[in-house]
């Protein structure tokens, strides 16, 4: 290595690791940590807390339909072939698809086996469902439609309501639908591509900001379920 250029014999820099206190993860952990302290010590304001959480819970979801639907449209289209492209689409589609699957599943299984709040004291009537209702009511629509009803609520009403209602399927959908259109231009459509590259680029960028905010979401989240339930939660 060179002393003067901080270099190895390949010409490449050695990785210096973060110290600590630059890891997100240690502020995560912090942000948890000051949470249980501070729900514990005062819980009647803690309770007022969960804004922190619900905040950065509505930034990650106002990145996460143009992140994807960029990077789909990019990937796709990228290919310039529109039998490679359609292929891909089809496998984006299913991969989508089956992981959410297995999301569901290990959460059932999760649920079962573990039981995360039982024995917590808790009053169900004091739960305010209402931010579900849409979800579950639309839900039942299409499952009670059977296949047709699926197919239905994979089309948005509009371009945007894709993205305003957070349908990350619809997205997908939408993100397939451009691609191959954008793949049909042939070279005329690589302006595009870069457009929505760059966008993507931009939009990861967000994200990495948006990171940073965890640990105040952390906290939050943390300190308002202490001061509300207790400590009890902490066992459960």
């Known amino acids: 290595m060179s002393a003067q250029d901080g270099q190895d014999s390949k010409g490449k820099t050695p990785y210096k690791k973060k110290p600590l206190w630059k890891q997100l993860y240690f502020w995560v952990l912090l942000g948890i940590a000051s949470g249980i302290v501070f729900g514990l010590t005062v819980?009647?304001?803690?309770?007022?807390?969960?804004w922190l959480a619900t905040m950065f819970i509505n930034l990650v979801k106002v990145v996460i339909a143009p992140t994807i639907f960029a990077t789909v449209v990019v990937g796709i289209a990228g290919l310039g072939n529109l039998a490679k492209a359609g292929g891909l689409a089809l496998r984006t589609v299913i991969y989508f698809n089956v992981t959410t699957?297995?999301?569901?599943?290990?959460?059932l299984v999760v649920i079962?086996?573990?039981?995360?709040?039982?024995?917590l004291n808790y009053d169900v009537a004091s739960f305010d469902g209402s931010a579900a209702d849409d979800t579950l009511a639309s839900a039942e629509e299409a499952s009670g439609e059977g296949?047709?009803?699926?197919?239905?609520?994979?089309?948005?009403?509009?371009?945007?309501?894709?993205?305003?209602?957070?349908?990350?399927?619809?997205?997908?959908?939408?993100?397939?639908?451009?691609?191959?259109?954008i793949t049909m231009l042939g070279q005329r459509g690589?302006?595009?591509?870069?457009?929505?590259?760059?966008?993507?680029?931009?939009?990861?960028?967000?994200?990495?900001?948006?990171?940073?905010?965890?640990?105040?979401?952390?906290?939050?989240?943390?300190a308002f379920t202490v001061g509300e339930h207790g400590s009890a939660i902490l066992g459960n």
């Open 147 to 181: 296949l047709s009803g699926f197919l239905l609520s994979l089309i948005p009403t509009s371009f945007v309501s894709a993205f305003t209602d957070g349908n990350l399927l619809q997205v997908l959908l939408l993100a397939v639908l451009v691609a191959v259109a």
């Open 190 to 222: 690589q302006k595009i591509v870069q457009a929505l590259d760059s966008i993507a680029k931009v939009m990861f960028g967000v994200i990495k900001q948006v990171m940073w905010v965890a640990p105040l979401g952390a906290f939050g989240g943390i």
């Open 43 to 50: 819980p009647d304001v803690a309770a007022q807390m969960q």
């Open 112 to 119: 079962n086996l573990l039981g995360p709040g039982m024995g």
């Open 101 to 107: 699957v297995i999301a569901l599943g290990i959460g």
